[in-house]
């Protein structure tokens, strides 16, 4: 298993465009995708709602966690993308 934390950095957290761009990252990737906020059950990166449900603010930190063939890949690139701004800042 493959862990990271980030910190959100999107002005207005994880809302509705944040969370399906994570859910389309995660789809491309054979393992398991979750993310964990504050010892909440974990949510997966490939479930829409349970992103939007983590209510994640900017500056939460978040712990991700992938386990399967391309966890370290999968891992690597969520961070970036969360890392990033989600590459915009009008979303």
Known sequence: MIKRVVTVKHKFGIHARP???????CT???SD???L????PPASGKNILDIMML????????E???DGPDAEEAISQLAEMMES???TNEI
Do not use: C, P, W, Y
């Open 64 to 66: 991700l966690r992938a």
């Open 19 to 25: 969370a399906a761009k994570i859910v389309s990252l």
């Open 55 to 62: 209510a994640a603010a900017s500056g939460t930190d978040l």
């Open 37 to 40: 906020k504050d010892g909440e």
């Open 85 to 87: 701004d989600f590459d």
């Open 28 to 30: 491309g990737f054979e």
């Open 33 to 35: 995708i979750h993310i």
